[in-house]
């Protein structure tokens, strides 16, 4: 495809080369053309560079995916984050970050990304959030990480989340795959921290789902908590698929045993 380069967009669109831009907003569109002395509105350049193959578009509007003149092409990168990444930049302030199996996938933990990218907010926003992203509340008691440009969940806070609310998983038999990787990378002294200050159910779940693959990080969280009295759920209201009367945990939804599980650690 032979892509055109309008006089009054050649300054901008050498800038945006020589930046090596990836993703552009309309608000830094506009600053471009102030920059370069173009009077056309930012909307309609955008939507000329839209039209010759320059931008592409991205869920969040007002964002668009740069292709550059290396892709000879109006050519995605195809980025699997490009609408988280168009998200955040939309709303810079809101802070949030990559969550469960996307988190697992972007630091090489999971095989495959989730086809709806998974993102955790301290308190989930009142702006529109693009289909192809999945939102929970989850705040993390320790450091994020930065990966692939992205903030995302260590792994300690990876397994806690999980255990704060199994039902977040949607399928169980493919989170077998990857939880192993996560907790192999898991460190007891960061995850004993992100556990301070959440309640005994969570600190139950989690220990319950270290037996079999940390069982020295299961016997320090048991050793941690008060001796359980009564019982609480793994999963959803329904029927039991195993009962544990150590951790006093009814399990609705895990394939196997946590104690049948490979010991990662």
Known sequence: MTRTISKSMSSILEELELENKTYVTLEELSELAKRHGVLTESSVIAMRLKKSGWLLPTAQR????FASASMAGAYSKNDPLRDVKAFQMSHPS????LCLQTAAWAMGLADRVPVRKELAFPQIPRKSIPEGIHSYRYVPNIQTREVRSVKCLAPESILVHVATKPDVITSWESAMEWLPEVVYDLRIEEL???LEGRTDSVKRRTGYLLQGMYPKASEEIYNS????????????RKQAIRNNETWMICDTVLPISPTEMERIK
């Open 62 to 65: 007002g964002v668009w995916e």
């Open 94 to 97: 809101e802070n949030c970050y």
């Open 192 to 194: 004993m921290k992100e």
């Open 225 to 236: 908590i008060s001796k359980p009295a009564s019982k609480i759920r793994f999963g959803a």
